[in-house]
DNA sequence: GGCGGCTATTTGTCCGTACTATTTTTATTG
DNA sequence: CAATAAAAATAGTACGGACAAATAGCCGCC
């Protein structure tokens, strides 16, 4: 018996070669194809999945499923080892805890987080600092949701990173990780420990980490002095076996 | 209104965790976790799907589904698709270009893109629009080498991404792209192109694109006003292997 | 014990329906 | 004409049922 979900992506691709659905338009919708193709939606569902999967379309509730590529794109990974750190100072820094306060997020922190305003968190703020040296390299604000005010005891002794403290201590999974790189000002009160001059731009890097059910356990914020750091990734090209499907 | 199947994967897993199930052993049938749970067999497997993303379990069909890991293994992936676009204007911008030249790369520009000086490019300026208005939203250079000065014919009206011309045109294949993110501002000249006022900070995207040979056969560098930009990446914690639909 | 065949099990696939939350479009109002 | 409200459209989720195909274990048999 022939799988159809299959048969029915390669029928779409073809129509988007074929410029029925040129790059850029939009698709039908689900049902729209579940009618013209004679499957039922969730085969529909599933030839777009691998569709999407493939790179060449991308999807948004409620809002349709775009065109993106007539063909299957190569695919660049960048794998990110958790012990290996998410920035560039892997052991060559140690952290420095300044404060440590429980806050209420406000208005202008939950806009640039994108975190529902209100809520009470365990803000942490810390510097980073050359072994051989006072000097503070960067400025780091972490958030705990207050609920987590267990881990307030074991975060100054803590070598790790916090969300592998996260998930030893409150049970739980981080599963993605959402990043936002801006280029600002340094705040005053930051560039007082960092030892800049006014007015200097740094890197602003926020994270937020997610559990499984996109709940945010974590977030954080630092601030890179453009004069000292950037921000270095590589991607290598896949195999292009891990595509078969 | 909670999602289900994220809440039966993580049961699941604390499940794992328990030694209800462990490493080595088989999970229950599919209808069986259905029942026990109490949910459909559509949202088991959605929540197994996610577990085999994660590289918690194996599945085999018609053999049973079994337990390899019982936590997440801490590695994060950022997959990239190179024509879904490497920044986030998927097909909602236009490019236009602005100027088209031999040059000699200088120190300065040699140092910045961490190049050897003195070496000869085709340099290409351009801007990038949106497709209702004439306002430039971002400024790019692209440096290729002298030697593939065939291209530049073709440049103007090749509608896709540069290295894609490239590998098509010399016949070669790009296998990593180095990219750096840095904090600058906006240089007078790109300013007046993109209406922004003096000043102004941006983000500076630098990327050198290289064969398996570690030949660099392409750069290009992106200012990105910090008023209407940021570089945003999603992590996903899963197995590199699994990427199929 | 070893072999072969039968059977229940199990995942993968497919269908149709229904509901939800949000976006997009349309109609309405000031 | 602009702002607002209502309506339609859409992807995501969830349910329950069904069939296919290949496995693994069981039985009897030699």
Redesign the pocket.
């Known amino acids: 018996?022939?799988?159809?979900?299959p048969l029915v992506a390669e029928k779409i691709i073809q129509s988007i070669r074929a410029g029925e659905y040129p790059i850029g338009s939009l698709?039908?919708?689900?049902?729209?194809l579940?009618r013209k193709l004679k499957?039922?939606?969730?085969?529909v569902?599933?030839a777009?999945a691998q569709l999407q999967s493939f790179g060449m379309i991308e999807?948004?509730?409620?809002?349709?499923?775009r065109v993106c590529a007539d063909a299957v794109p190569p695919v660049y990974v960048h794998t990110m080892s958790a012990s290996g750190d998410l920035l560039n100072f892997g052991g060559h820094t140690r952290r420095q805890i300044q404060n440590v306060e429980n806050i209420v997020m406000d208005e202008d922190l939950a806009a640039w987080l994108e975190l529902p305003a209100g809520r009470r968190w365990l803000h942490v703020g810390q510097t980073r600092h050359p072994y051989d040296s006072e000097a503070a390299l960067c400025w780091t604000d972490v958030y705990f949701p207050a609920q987590y005010a267990e881990l307030r005891p074991r975060i100054e002794s803590y070598p790790g990173l916090f969300y592998t403290l996260l998930e030893q201590t409150c049970d739980l999974t981080v599963s993605e990780i959402a990043q936002k790189i801006r280029a600002v000002d340094i705040p005053d009160f930051i560039a007082r420990h960092l030892g800049t001059p006014d007015q200097a731009r740094a890197l602003n890097i926020t994270r937020k980490y997610y559990t499984n059910t996109k709940t945010c356990v974590l977030a954080s914020q630092t601030y890179l002095p453009s004069d000292r750091f950037d921000y270095s990734i590589v991607f290598s090209r896949q195999s292009p076996s891990a595509h078969g499907g």
């Open positions: 018996m022939a799988l159809r979900y698709l039908p919708s689900e049902p729209e579940s499957v039922s939606r969730s085969t569902r599933a777009l999807r948004r509730p409620r809002a349709g499923t």
